[in-house]
C-alpha cells in the first residue's frame, strides 16, 4: 500500500487561483470541461483533462475532480452560475492524478469519493506529486492528495435523483491496472476515463495494449451514442475510433515485427506510424508506447 490517507480536517484552505473554466453543454444533462490535448506545464497548469458534471435534478454527480484543488473549486463555480445545485457524489474513474487530485475540494465539502480498489494498490500519493512538479505553485496551492471515500471492486448500478448511472470495471489491466467507465442508461452516455483519447496520442505508460483493445470491446457493448474520454473534444459515439486504429495498428506492426525478428530497437525505429504524427504528444508518447507494448507482445 503506497499511500497515507490525510486528515481533511487539517486542511480548510482556499485556493485563489483561478482556471477561468469554459463548461460546455454535451447533452441535456451532462456539462464537461475539455482540458487543452497536451501535457501538464505552468501555461495550462493542469487544465489538460476531462471532467464532467452529471445534472440529476436534484444534485451533480461529478465524474473525475480534475488536476487539483484550484481546478475542482473553478470547475464547481462555473457550475454553480449555471444551476445552483450541490454535489452528491465524485467518481474517479482512475488512479492516475490528474483525474482526482481535485477530490480535496469536494471532501471539505463532505462529498462522498468513490473509486476502484485500485486506488488502495496504485494511487501514488508521494510529496511532491506528479502535477504538483509541472505546474505553478499558484495554481497547486491547497492540493492535498485525497483518495476516494469509498472503493468498488465489481459493477454496481446506482440511482441519484432521476438518473440510473452503471459502473462497469474493466477487468483486464488497460490504460492502467483497473479503469472504470460510467454508463447511463437514460441517455447512452459513457464516460469512458483513460481508455478514450482524442486531439492527442494516449499514453500506455503502465497500461497493456491487449487488454486496452479488450476494453474498447467491451465499451462498444454499451451501444452508447454519446462517448466521452478523459482528454480530447470528440463525444459522438465513435469517439473511441482513433485511439482504437492507433492500438489496433501499432500492435499489428510490432508483432509483424517480432515474426521478422526485429529487436526492440530496430521495432521502435520501423513503427512510426506517421499518420499519427500530426497528433500532439506524437514526439513525447509514440515511442514509449511501441517500447512498453513490444515488452508484452514479445511474449506472446
Known amino acids: 500500500m503506497r499511500f497515507l490517507l490525510p486528515l481533511f ?7 485563489a487561483y483561478d482556471f477561468a473554466l469554459k463548461p ?3 447533452t441535456a444533462e451532462v456539462t464537461c470541461f475539455f482540458g487543452e490535448p497536451e501535457v501538464m506545464n505552468t501555461t495550462n497548469n493542469g487544465n489538460m483533462v476531462n471532467t464532467c458534471y452529471l445534472d440529476t435534478k436534484e444534485s451533480y454527480v461529478v465524474i473525475d475532480s480534475g488536476s487539483s484543488y484550484a481546478y475542482a473549486e473553478s470547475a464547481y463555480k462555473a457550475m454553480q452560475t449555471l444551476k445552483s445545485l450541490p454535489v452528491a457524489l465524485v467518481i474517479n474513474t ?17 462529498v462522498k469519493v468513490l473509486g476502484s480498489d485500485d486506488f488502495v494498490h496504485n494511487a501514488v500519493i508521494n510529496s511532491p506529486t506528479r502535477i504538483q512538479t509541472h505546474i505553478s505553485p499558484e495554481a497547486y496551492k491547497g492540493t492535498v492528495p485525497t ?16 438518473q440510473e448511472i452503471a459502473l462497469h ?7 492502467s491496472e483497473k479503469d472504470m467507465v460510467i454508463f447511463l442508461p ?5 464516460f469512458a476515463g483513460d481508455l478514450v483519447f482524442n486531439d492527442r496520442l494516449p499514453s500506455l ?3 497493456n495494449i491487449n487488454g486496452w483493445i479488450e476494453a474498447l470491446e467491451e465499451i462498444d457493448k454499451f451501444g452508447a451514442v454519446t462517448v466521452i474520454g478523459g482528454h480530447g473534444y470528440r463525444t459522438d459515439k465513435n469517439a473511441a475510433e482513433m485511439t482504437r486504429n492507433y492500438l489496433i495498428q501499432m500492435r499489428s506492426e510490432i508483432r509483424a515485427a517480432i515474426d521478422g525478428g526485429s529487436g526492440i530497437e530496430e521495432t521502435i525505429q520501423k513503427v512510426k506510424m ?5 497528433l500532439k504528444m506524437y514526439d513525447t508518447l509514440h515511442r514509449g508506447n511501441v517500447e512498453s507494448s513490444y515488452r508484452i507482445l514479445e511474449w506472446e
Do not use: E, R
Open 9 to 15: 480536517a487539517c486542511f480548510i484552505t482556499v485556493s
Open 24 to 26: 460546455k453543454q454535451v
Open 94 to 110: 482512475h488512479v492516475h492524478d490528474d483525474h482526482w487530485l481535485g477530490n480535496g475540494f469536494f471532501a471539505q465539502k463532505g
Open 147 to 162: 483518495l476516494p471515500t469509498q472503493f468498488i471492486g465489481t459493477d454496481q448500478t446506482m440511482k441519484i435523483g432521476d
Open 169 to 175: 470495471l474493466m477487468k483486464q489491466k488497460a490504460h
Open 186 to 190: 437514460k441517455s447512452k452516455t459513457l
Open 205 to 207: 505508460n503502465g497500461g
Open 274 to 278: 506517421a499518420q499519427y504524427q500530426s
